[in-house]
């Protein structure tokens, strides 16, 4: 007997060849289907991000409609997660749940001050993840004191992947405590080499640091780093830490280009040992800081060896213009570092200070040896070079004008009194 094809079996069979032409595609690229938190495209949807990357296959795109996403997101397979735009609405926000932040990672350095982590996007690898067009606001997160865990907005660990057009900000404890090291915007550590990249991103009031790369301090490669065209702003002066613009210590490396990095003053006691430093390079080698433009800090640059965790030794310091440092634009407490083509303008003690005082790694011998300082442009200082006691050093020649003392300074101190609003010499304190 003829049966009937009627409209509604017409339509599951074209339902059905719809699915099987959608996965074919799918399986001829590769690529598997794309997913969004909130509600904006005509594709799978979740009220929230972590749902989204739950949901999402590795290798998939999550994306993030406009709106407020009160949750800390842990990422722990290959995934691009893209902030976009959707009309006039306003950016993907992340911001810190109604009950406050909470313990969601811990460090596995064994260096580390304080291994727990509250991060409000936690990459775990070996993941390869990026991220894209999203803010990551920290305001009210509920955290203060020293006890409680590290505030850190991104917090990305043995991973690969690129973070760009980002905007971090807030990840400050309230009130904040000169004894705590909490308050992180952006922290990538490692002890594999894993390369990641951050562009074109800015950071601003941080409590301790901005943006920091980080190895394990256990003498393993820590990850490789690629900084370019992010703007990093501290709170300005204040006595609640010692801020860091950027840090790449501990056994990371990389390369660091065309970034703004301003206001990082210490601004405790007089007598404080503390201070602020705009670039810090600490136990790390072969970094690369060029086209910078570092100004209001204590320290603008400066590449600092340790006696436990290993040296901060040929580091390549080139092409940056930097203003405002109250202490030292250059501080090289390491050796055979390259200060070249920098322009260095108005710091309190030095443009460039060769400091004697740090030890080389474990057994190692003192700093402030084996330094090239040529061809940079000096104004506005007090002194053009403070020499130390270090030797075999190449401290010219140099464009020195209009400086206090046109010439080279023997010791560790410029006579002249300290710019109004400095602070007594300090020395940059790592995150750890």
Same mark, same amino acid.
């Given at each position: 007997?003829?049966?009937?094809?009627?409209?509604? &079996?017409?339509?599951?069979?074209?339902?059905?060849?719809?699915?099987?032409?959608?996965?074919?595609? #799918?399986?001829?690229?590769?690529?598997?289907?794309?997913?969004?938190?909130?509600?904006? &495209?005509?594709?799978?949807?979740?009220?929230?991000?972590?749902?989204?990357?739950?949901?999402?296959?590795?290798?998939?795109?999550?994306?993030?409609?406009?709106?407020?996403?009160?949750?800390?997101?842990?990422?722990?397979?290959?995934?691009?997660?893209?902030?976009? %735009?959707? $009309?006039?609405?306003? %950016?993907?926000?992340?911001?810190?749940?109604?009950? /406050?932040?909470?313990?969601?990672?811990?460090?596995?350095?064994?260096?580390?001050?304080?291994?727990?982590?509250?991060?409000?996007?936690?990459?775990?690898?070996?993941?390869?993840?990026?991220? =894209?067009?999203?803010?990551?606001? /920290?305001?009210?997160?509920?955290?203060?004191?020293?006890?409680?865990?590290? +505030?850190?907005?991104?917090?990305?660990?043995?991973?690969?992947?690129?973070?760009?057009?980002?905007?971090?900000?807030?990840?400050?404890?309230?009130?904040?405590? %000169?004894?705590?090291?909490?308050?992180?915007?952006?922290?990538?550590?490692?002890?594999?080499?894993?390369?990641?990249?951050?562009?074109?991103?800015?950071?601003?009031?941080?409590?301790?640091?901005?943006?920091?790369?980080?190895?394990?301090?256990? $003498?393993?490669? $820590?990850?490789?780093?690629?900084?370019?065209?992010?703007?990093?702003?501290?709170?300005?002066?204040?006595?609640?830490?010692?801020?860091?613009?950027?840090?790449?210590?501990?056994?990371?490396?990389?390369? +660091?280009?065309?970034?703004?990095?301003?206001?990082?003053?210490?601004?405790? =006691?007089?007598?404080?040992? +503390?201070?602020?430093? /705009?670039?810090?390079?600490?136990?790390?080698?072969?970094?690369?800081?060029?086209?910078? &433009?570092?100004?209001?800090?204590?320290?603008?640059v400066a590449a600092v060896s340790d006696s436990t965790y290993g040296n901060a030794d040929g580091n390549n310091i080139n092409n940056n213009?930097?203003?405002?440092?109250?202490?030292?634009?250059?501080? +090289?407490?390491?050796?055979?570092?390259?200060?070249?083509?920098?322009?260095?303008?108005?710091?309190?003690?030095?443009?460039?200070?060769?400091?004697? #005082?740090?030890?080389?790694?474990?057994?190692?011998?003192? *700093?402030?040896?084996g330094n090239t300082v040529t061809n940079n442009n000096f104004n506005g200082d007090c002194a053009g070079i403070l020499t130390g006691s270090?030797?075999?050093?190449?401290?010219?020649?140099?464009?020195?004008?209009?400086?206090?003392?046109?010439?080279?300074?023997? $010791?560790? =101190?410029? *006579?002249?009194?300290?710019?109004?609003? /400095? *602070?007594?010499?300090?020395?940059?304190?790592?995150? &750890?």
């Open positions: 007997m003829f049966q009937k094809w009627t409209s509604s &079996r017409i339509l599951i069979i074209v339902g059905l060849s719809v699915c099987f032409a959608a996965e074919s595609a #799918s399986a001829q690229t590769g690529t598997p289907p794309p997913v969004q938190a909130g509600k904006c &495209r005509n594709m799978p949807s979740y009220k929230t991000i972590q749902a989204a990357v739950d949901a999402a296959q590795a290798g998939a795109t999550v994306y993030v409609c406009p709106g407020l996403y009160p949750e800390q997101v842990t990422i722990d397979k290959n995934l691009n997660l893209t902030g976009i %735009a959707s $009309g006039t609405a306003d %950016a993907a926000v992340i911001t810190t749940p109604s009950g /406050g932040m909470i313990l969601s990672a811990s460090d596995p350095s064994p260096a580390s001050l304080n291994p727990s982590i509250a991060a409000q996007v936690f990459i775990q690898g070996p993941a390869t993840v990026n991220l =894209t067009n999203l803010t990551v606001d /920290g305001n009210n997160n509920g955290l203060s004191g020293c006890n409680g865990p590290t +505030l850190v907005g991104i917090y990305a660990v043995n991973s690969t992947g690129t973070l760009n057009g980002l905007n971090l900000r807030n990840q400050a404890l309230d009130p904040a405590d %000169a004894a705590c090291n909490s308050g992180l915007g952006v922290y990538l550590e490692g002890n594999t080499g894993k390369t990641v990249t951050v562009k074109n991103s800015t950071v601003t009031n941080y409590q301790k640091n901005g943006i920091t790369a980080n190895g394990y301090g256990d $003498g393993t490669a $820590g990850p490789v780093i690629t900084l370019t065209g992010n703007t990093v702003v501290g709170q300005g002066p204040t006595a609640g830490t010692a801020e860091n613009g950027i840090q790449v210590g501990f056994g990371a490396t990389g390369k +660091l280009s065309t970034n703004l990095v301003l206001d990082n003053v210490y601004q405790g =006691t007089s007598s404080s040992t +503390l201070a602020g430093t /705009g670039i810090l390079i600490y136990a790390s080698k072969a970094v690369v800081v060029s086209n910078a &433009r570092v100004s209001t800090t204590q320290f603008a213009y930097i203003t405002a440092s109250t202490i030292a634009a250059m501080e +090289l407490c390491s050796n055979n570092n390259i200060v070249e083509f920098n322009d260095l303008y108005s710091s309190g003690q030095a443009a460039v200070k060769v400091d004697s #005082s740090c030890t080389e790694g474990p057994g190692g011998g003192n *700093s402030g040896t270090g030797t075999g050093n190449t401290l010219g020649p140099n464009a020195l004008v209009v400086n206090e003392f046109l010439t080279q300074m023997s $010791g560790s =101190t410029c *006579s002249s009194p300290l710019p109004s609003g /400095g *602070s007594s010499p300090g020395f940059p304190v790592p995150f &750890r």
